[in-house]
């Protein structure tokens, strides 16, 4: 299985919408996760959505483990609905805008609806963190980068110095 390349900030393929995946079950989708595990286990990323190396389809996949070796969640043609209108800010992170992070808003607590690679439905609630990482990696799907979601773009920056504004902002915390 190899090692896919990322697409970085300024591809097109960032910024189409992806197609929907019309059979979850099909092979070349399990092998593009295959592919997309190894490649995220290589880089050490806590998710990856599939326009991200070159293949524009909603399918992102994602773990809330911590180190390597964590199983990702798979998730194909997912949907997000905002469970409430709160949203917190936190730092983000991406593979696809490398050296970077960013203090973004996003929902504190989502449903999001998908189906894996069997084609069974999955139905969850997500909040926080694990809520942040399925927004994150969602909005690749649609063309959407983290910078697009920030208001306040004096909190992006290089991570070499982001440890300079630490003080009341929560801690960085990577997301890819
Ligand atoms: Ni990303």
Request: net charge negative; charged share 25%; glycine share 8%.
């Given at each position: 299985?190899?090692?896919?390349?990322?697409?970085?900030?300024g591809?097109?393929?960032?910024?189409?919408r992806?197609d929907?995946?019309?059979?979850?079950?099909?092979?070349?989708?399990?092998?593009?996760?295959?592919d997309?595990?190894?490649?995220l286990?290589?880089?050490?990323?806590?998710?990856?959505?599939?326009?991200?190396?070159?293949?524009?389809?909603?399918?992102?996949?994602f773990?809330?483990g911590?180190?390597?070796?964590?199983?990702?969640?798979?998730?194909?043609?997912?949907?997000?609905?905002p469970l409430a209108?709160?949203?917190?800010?936190?730092?983000e992170?991406?593979?696809?805008?490398?050296?970077?992070r960013?203090?973004?808003?996003?929902?504190?607590?989502?449903?999001?609806?998908?189906?894996?690679?069997?084609?069974?439905?999955?139905?969850?609630?997500?909040?926080?963190m694990?809520?942040?990482?399925?927004?994150?990696?969602?909005?690749?799907?649609d063309?959407v980068?983290?910078?697009?979601?920030?208001?306040?773009?004096?909190l992006?920056?290089?991570?070499?110095?982001?440890?300079h504004?630490?003080?009341?902002?929560?801690?960085?915390?990577?997301?890819?």
């Amino acid at each position: 299985m190899p090692i896919l390349k990322i697409a970085r900030m300024g591809h097109p393929v960032l910024l189409r919408r992806a197609d929907p995946v019309a059979d979850p079950t099909a092979p070349e989708i399990a092998r593009l996760v295959a592919d997309m595990i190894e490649t995220l286990e290589d880089i050490g990323g806590r998710g990856l959505a599939a326009p991200q190396v070159h293949f524009s389809q909603r399918v992102v996949i994602f773990h809330m483990g911590e180190g390597r070796g964590a199983v990702p969640e798979v998730l194909i043609n997912p949907v997000i609905e905002p469970l409430a209108e709160e949203m917190i800010p936190g730092w983000e992170g991406c593979l696809s805008v490398p050296g970077l992070r960013g203090v973004v808003p996003r929902f504190r607590h989502i449903r999001y609806r998908a189906v894996d690679l069997d084609g069974r439905s999955i139905d969850r609630e997500a909040s926080d963190m694990h809520a942040r990482v399925v927004q994150h990696e969602c909005d690749h799907l649609d063309g959407v980068l983290y910078p697009q979601r920030m208001d306040d773009l004096r909190l992006l920056m290089f991570e070499t110095e982001a440890k300079h504004h630490v003080n009341g902002i929560v801690l960085p915390e990577d997301i890819d």
